[in-house]
């Protein structure tokens, strides 16, 4: 009903009050979920993770995935649900097109998926407790940033399916993977200019 609401009148309802009498609902029924329009917000960005993490974790294979590979079905997974669901988040980041800004809505979305890519990041083998340690957070920030970087790409995205946005999603994670794996910087060189070339169109 919110989503609906904010896109149809291009903007957020006045007061609970009011978006309660507009839906036949009591204001009790709305507090008892949420604090405010601010709590649903994040909540409703909360829920694309959440169905995003349900749908990998009911494929069978998923667990048997290599790290590099987990992080590709999670963007792929995420960048379907988010398409579902465009008109909203265009209008969710309105305010936050130019530098990705103002993302105080997606702070419980944030904190799931650092978690999540958290555990992705303890999988590899080979590394050593202490070096785990520091490589999990690190390796959950960067992947972080290089969400918002994709998102950032994906809203701006004008190609046929947003399959430029698939390229990009490819390409980044190849090079966060080889970064944090010490390999060479091929796929940076790689990624560098194909972003090169879509900003000289």
Not at 16 to 28: I, M
Not at 108 to 125: L, Y
Not at 156 to 176: G, R
């Amino acid at each position: 009903w919110y989503m609906h609401s904010v896109l149809e009148n291009g903007n957020e309802p006045k007061t609970v009050y009011a978006f309660c009498k507009d839906h036949g609902l009591e204001e009790s029924e709305f507090y008892a979920y949420f604090g405010s329009f601010e709590g649903l917000r994040q909540n409703i960005w909360l829920a694309f993770f959440d169905n995003a993490r349900q749908v990998l974790q009911q494929e069978p294979s998923y667990a048997t995935y290599a790290p590099k590979n987990k992080l590709l079905s999670l963007y792929f997974t995420l960048f379907e649900i988010l398409t579902l669901n465009r008109s909203y988040i265009l209008y969710s980041l309105k305010d936050s097109r130019e530098g990705m800004k103002n993302l105080h809505d997606m702070k419980s979305f944030r904190r799931s998926f650092k978690e999540f890519v958290g555990s992705i990041s303890q999988t590899q083998d080979a590394v050593s407790e202490r070096i785990a340690k520091i490589k999990k957070p690190v390796y959950a920030e960067g992947a972080w940033v290089q969400f918002l970087f994709i998102l950032k790409f994906w809203m701006d995205d004008n190609s046929p399916a947003f399959e430029k946005t698939d390229i990009v999603i490819e390409k980044s994670v190849n090079t966060v993977v080889d970064l944090f794996d010490t390999k060479p910087l091929e796929n940076l060189f790689d990624l560098g200019k194909f972003l090169w070339k879509e900003r000289s169109r």
